[in-house]
């Protein structure tokens, strides 16, 4: 069964310290995975696409890894700011017969000043 | 990129009505796609609507249900017909830019409906 699970649930953290996500997947075959920030009552918004080859990718203080073998990514971010709070959603893209979207629930970040 | 509105941008409405929600996106584009996005859940694709052809619904999606529009290459609603307190949710217009491959995907600022 396709499935994108995230870590943790929630998560607070104090301004300027830094915080990791975690991402499994068990979507096969595999297309690309995305990063998206969601702040509260707006769409999302796409911070990353890593494919299979891509093993890191960074978009400003946000940096994404990728392991398609262990289907493991995680997102990194770098000296929290109080705009970073919002969800942050893992989204994989399947391959093949599979190119559907599967959605992760998302990581809601809270950062206290 | 692809900067897309929605309208209304929140309404609380009654068992048993209808509601249409317009996306309007500032380019041409193929594809549009809407989602629901219920309390404490992930999105979830209700259709895909290209123009000049039917919308292409989900697994659980109905058309009598949610039937959707898309007249050009700009513009699409989506309704919520014969509503019931099950259909609170944020409702979002999106689209694609990009290669197949690597598309990336912009969203609308959604539509936050209360059911009553």
């Known amino acids: 069964k396709n499935q994108v699970e995230q870590s943790p649930q929630s998560l607070i953290i104090l301004e300027g310290k830094n915080c990791t996500l975690q991402c499994n997947y068990t979507v096969s075959p595999f297309s690309n995975l995305r990063w998206y920030k969601q702040d509260t009552g707006r769409g999302p918004v796409s911070l990353t696409i890593?494919?299979?080859s891509e093993n890191t990718k960074s978009n400003g203080r946000y940096t994404a890894t990728l392991d398609a073998d262990t289907k493991q990514s995680s997102l990194h971010i770098t000296a929290s700011q109080l705009s970073d709070s919002a969800s942050y959603i893992c989204?994989?893209?399947?391959?093949?017969?599979?190119?559907?979207?599967?959605w992760g629930l998302g990581t809601s970040l809270a950062v206290n000043p | 990129s692809a900067v897309i509105s929605q309208k209304p941008s929140r309404d609380i409405c009654q068992r048993g009505t209808s509601l249409t929600i317009q996306c309007q996106v500032d380019s041409q584009v193929t594809m549009m796609f809407w989602y629901r996005q219920q309390p404490g859940q992930s999105l979830t694709l209700i259709a895909t609507?290209?123009?000049?052809?039917?919308?292409?619904?989900e697994s659980g999606f109905v058309i009598d249900k949610f039937p959707i529009s898309r007249p050009n290459l700009t513009f699409s609603t989506l309704t919520v017909s014969n509503m019931s307190p099950e259909d609170s949710s944020i409702y979002l217009c999106?689209?694609?830019?990009?290669?197949?491959?690597?598309?990336?995907?912009?969203f609308g600022p959604g539509t936050r409906l209360t059911v009553l």
């Open positions: 890593m494919t299979f």
């Open positions: 989204v994989v893209k399947g391959a093949g017969n599979n190119r559907k979207l599967i």
């Open positions: 609507a290209n123009q000049g052809s039917e919308a292409t619904y």
């Open positions: 999106s689209t694609l830019s990009g290669t197949s491959f690597t598309d990336t995907q912009y």
